[in-house]
Structure formats: structure tokens, C-alpha cells
T-cell receptor, first 113, second 116 residues
Framework: DAGITQSPRHKVTETGTPVTLRCHQT?????MYWYRQDPGHGLRLIHY???????DKGEVSDGYSVSRSKTEDFLLTLESATSSQTSVYFC????????????FGPGTRLLVL | AQKITQTQPGMFVQEKEAVTLDCTYD???????LFWYKQPSSGEMIFLIY??????QNATEGRYSLNFQKARKSANLVISASQLGDSAMYFC?????????????FGQGTELSVKP
């Protein structure tokens, strides 16, 4: 199994508060991704990173920011959480953008009240 | 427009029988990749199989095979000899061309239930 951890695994927060989710990998993979999973939508890309300090937006990036100061860590921040951001968040890693496999972390369940 | 379509929200299969999960895709890229993931009730995403657009042979991984029909833009997952542990959500995903950062586009999933 790829070495990917996410923290926290579960979080309950209130509307309007900032939230940061962390993805940590031990594989030294260059590419890292944040997806959210909602019923009826499958997984949708929020942001991704193709190297330290190199990030780009995905399909559903509004209300989210990311940072990557080290190869192993990719942070997702909800600047001011809203109930529509209640979701399961998955981090994924890939050795290259053309690699056959993209490995996923265990997910973080976020509830915004 | 949907880029990945999984038309079967739910399916049932008898244990030890084979089952096909459908996936069609839409892209104008010549180079792309197709993935299948399994998500059991515990929630993790498990990579099953990959097919590259230039691969001439259908991908196989143990009991999983991918029936790739490029002209029809379909990438169906075939599970042979179903087991109770195969009960899960199955997602088809596509990685488009080289300049798209490797990001995956997912279908909405098919929930497979294996009956004893």
C-alpha cells in the first residue's frame, strides 16, 4: 500500500470557521491531488500540485486554497467553511502525470454545521 | 457534458458468476488513460486496473479485466467468479491528455451487490 495518511480523519466544525486538512505521503511522489466525494457526483478534483509550491485549480476550487511547502505534505484549507463543503475529502498521489496508478489516502469526513 | 458515464447505479450478481460494469467516456484527446477503482463500505479507494489509450491488448489483473473498445469509447470492467467481498461501489475514471496534470475525472459509480 502507498504511504498516504490524512488528518484529521473526521472533523465537525461550524459555518464560517477555517479548516485545514493535511495529506502526508512517504512515497516522494511529485503529484498530489485533493478530491471531494459527494453522493451523486462521484469524486471531483478541487486542487492539485505538481511540485513544491506549484499548484493549480481543479473543477470545484471555489472556497478552497492549498499549499505545498514540502514534497510530502499537501494542505487543503477551507477559508470559511460552509454547509455545502460537508463532504468526504480524498488526497491522492502519483509519481508522474502519466503514471498508470493514482493512489488514494483513507479520506477525511468533514461535517460543517 | 458528462465525460465519464456509468449507466448502472446498482447491480446484483450471484456469487461465482461473472459481471460486467459499464463505462463510457468522452474525450477528444488521443492519449488518455482509463481506471477502475473499488470503494468498499469502509470508504477507501482501491485501484483495480488501468488501460492506456494506446494499449493494444485489454488490461487484466487477476479476476479483473477491462473490455476496452476504443471506437465505441467504452471501458467496461469484467469481474470473473464474483466473491462476496466484491460487494462495493465501483468507479470508472479517465485521465485526459498530457497537459491536464494527471487529474482524474470520475463517473458516478455503480454499486455492486454479490448474492450468496
Amino acid at each position: 500500500d502507498a504511504g498516504i495518511t490524512q488528518s484529521p480523519r473526521h472533523k465537525v466544525t461550524e459555518t464560517g470557521t477555517p479548516v485545514t486538512l493535511r495529506c502526508h505521503q512517504t512515497e516522494n511522489h511529485r503529484y498530489m491531488y485533493w478530491y471531494r466525494q459527494d453522493p451523486g457526483h462521484g469524486l471531483r478534483l478541487i486542487h492539485y500540485s505538481y511540485g513544491v509550491k506549484d499548484t493549480d485549480k481543479g473543477e470545484v476550487s471555489d472556497g478552497y486554497s492549498v499549499s505545498r511547502s514540502k514534497t510530502e505534505d499537501f494542505l487543503l484549507t477551507l477559508e470559511s467553511a460552509t454547509s455545502s463543503q460537508t463532504s468526504v475529502y480524498f488526497c491522492a498521489i502519483s509519481e508522474s502525470k502519466q503514471k498508470e496508478t493514482q493512489y488514494f489516502g483513507p479520506g477525511t469526513r468533514l461535517l460543517v454545521l | 457534458a458528462q465525460k465519464i458515464t456509468q449507466t448502472q447505479p446498482g447491480m446484483f450478481v450471484q456469487e461465482k458468476e461473472a459481471v460486467t460494469l459499464d463505462c463510457t467516456y468522452d474525450t477528444s484527446d488521443q492519449s488518455y488513460g482509463l481506471f477502475w477503482y473499488k470503494q468498499p463500505s469502509s470508504g477507501e479507494m482501491i485501484f483495480l486496473i488501468y488501460q492506456g489509450s494506446y494499449d493494444e491488448q485489454n488490461a487484466t489483473e487477476g479476476r479483473y479485466s477491462l473490455n476496452f473498445q476504443k471506437a465505441r469509447k467504452s471501458a467496461n470492467l469484467v469481474i470473473s467468479a464474483s466473491q462476496l467481498g466484491d460487494s462495493a461501489m465501483y468507479f470508472c475514471a479517465m485521465r485526459e491528455g498530457y497537459n491536464q496534470g494527471g487529474k482524474l475525472i470520475f463517473g458516478q459509480g455503480t454499486e455492486l451487490s454479490v448474492k450468496p
